[in-house]
């Protein structure tokens, strides 16, 4: 059971629900949000989490069905046909947990296509997001992520592929991007028309350039335009959605049919709660004290160490990444701090919260905005001549043809 607190005074009046149901193929999605796949963070005991506060704010909104969509973290189709170890991990989901999503990374349609078959006839996905919208070097250098729908024909052959193979078991295909490579070499609105075309159940733009990374503003007004061009599935947003009143603005700016939430979640999975009443049109909101923040703290990290098999360093290690954004704001010191981003074990993660004065209110605007690494732009590695044409040349197909070798996909 989550326990929440709600905010007494109203953000926005309670009215109709915002928006319909999100329609992802044959999925129905009741809350119109999608957990944004990120590297390190939305693992089987993230989602669990998320779902629980998705769930609650649905029963704030007085609606009720399927919660928000939550994405795994990115696999490549490599590692997953080579069935490595950790991929498999990556790809796990709970029992109860439905749609079963997973994103799916290539830059090879026969690889793409063998990883799609494999999920979908070892019923391992009930939803395939395809990643596009990767910025780091390690994987725009190699022609992936980001980079890759400039090569037109590359992009609409991992789609269809895709598509190809996930169509006969119901499997929606999904994908996601970002506005282009840089402002010079801009590839959304292309790359939304193709997907559309290739039998894609939605597309979702994060409105920065892969050269932005996570800086500055999202170009929310991108987003408008994309929903403009493609007609036929949902048009989702993504960027800069750091409370549910920002989804909501985005909703009225741009007319989108859901948002991707990514960052704004770091250390909030209540979010999800906010969200769901929100689009249900409720105006309740989570206000947690320390002490209800820490105690998701402590649950995040048991989930944790359950995904490890009971292996509590592990579980542990994993939870110190998050612990400054829990904390966000909150009145704790720098060597509990400190001591919390070491922390080896449940007791001692026990022992180090239970110093804190976890009747601390909820901070207001300390806690609110912003959170995770917003970097600085920069030049996008790309492989050699890759700007030259949208068309692959034969040296650049060779390059492609190798690069899932060396992305690690867990």
């Known amino acids: 059971m989550v326990g929440i607190m709600r905010s007494a005074t109203p953000t926005r009046a309670p009215t109709r629900p915002v928006l319909p149901p999100l329609r992802i193929g044959r999925h129905v999605v009741q809350s119109p949000v999608v957990l944004a796949p990120m590297a390190g963070i939305t693992n089987r005991a993230f989602r669990r989490l998320c779902r629980e506060y998705g769930t609650a704010g649905l029963d704030a909104g007085g609606a009720s069905g399927a919660t928000s969509l939550y994405v795994s973290e990115m696999v490549t189709s490599r590692a997953l046909v080579e069935r490595t170890p950790e991929t498999m991990r990556l790809i796990s989901h709970d029992p109860d947990e439905h749609p079963r999503s997973v994103q799916l990374y290539s830059v090879d349609p026969v690889t793409a296509g063998l990883a799609a078959r494999m999920l979908v006839t070892e019923d391992h996905a009930d939803h395939i997001d395809?990643?596009?919208?990767?910025?780091?070097?390690?994987?725009?250098?190699?022609?992936?992520?980001?980079?890759?729908?400039?090569?037109?024909?590359?992009?609409?052959?991992?789609?269809?592929?895709?598509?190809r193979e996930a169509e006969p078991y119901a499997v929606p295909v999904t994908v996601k991007m970002r506005v282009g490579i840089d402002a010079d070499h801009v590839t959304y609105l292309d790359a939304g028309r193709i997907a559309e075309a290739e039998g894609a159940a939605a597309v979702a733009l994060h409105a920065r350039t892969a050269a932005q990374a996570y800086s500055g503003e999202a170009d929310w007004s991108a987003i408008a335009r994309l929903k403009e061009a493609v007609t036929s599935v949902p048009v989702l947003g993504n960027g800069d959605i750091w409370s549910a009143e920002d989804a909501l603005t985005?909703?009225?700016?741009?007319?989108?049919?859901?948002?991707?939430?990514?960052?704004?979640?770091?250390?909030?999975?209540?979010?999800?709660?906010?969200?769901?009443?929100?689009?249900?049109?409720?105006?309740?909101?989570?206000?947690?004290?320390?002490?209800?923040?820490?105690?998701?703290?402590?649950?995040?990290?048991?989930?944790?160490?359950?995904?490890?098999?009971?292996?509590?360093?592990?579980?542990?290690?994993?939870?110190?990444?998050?612990?400054?954004?829990?904390?966000?704001?909150?009145?704790?010191?720098?060597?509990?701090?400190?001591?919390?981003?070491?922390?080896?074990?449940?007791?001692?993660?026990?022992?180090?919260?239970?110093?804190?004065?976890?009747?601390?209110?909820?901070?207001?605007?300390?806690?609110?905005?912003?959170?995770?690494?917003?970097g600085s732009p920069r030049v996008v590695a790309l492989p050699e001549h890759w700007l030259r044409s949208r068309e692959l040349d034969r040296v650049q197909r060779a390059q492609v043809a190798e690069a899932e070798l060396s992305v690690s996909g867990g």
């Open 130 to 163: 395809l990643n596009f919208g990767c910025p780091v070097p390690k994987v725009t250098r190699k022609g992936g992520g980001a980079a890759l729908p400039w090569k037109t024909d590359l992009f609409r052959g991992v789609v269809a592929a895709v598509v």
């Open 250 to 374: 985005m909703v009225e700016r741009t007319g989108c049919d859901g948002v991707v939430v990514g960052r704004g979640c770091l250390g909030r999975p209540w979010l999800f709660t906010d969200l769901a009443a929100a689009f249900a049109g409720s105006s309740a909101r989570v206000r947690p004290c320390l002490r209800e923040v820490t105690a998701t703290l402590r649950r995040h990290a048991a989930y944790l160490v359950d995904l490890y098999d009971g292996d509590e360093l592990r579980g542990c290690r994993d939870i110190r990444k998050h612990i400054a954004w829990y904390l966000k704001g909150f009145p704790a010191g720098s060597t509990v701090r400190n001591r919390l981003a070491l922390v080896d074990s449940l007791a001692a993660l026990d022992a180090l919260l239970a110093t804190m004065d976890l009747d601390a209110p909820w901070p207001g605007d300390a806690a609110e905005g912003p959170r995770g690494r917003a």
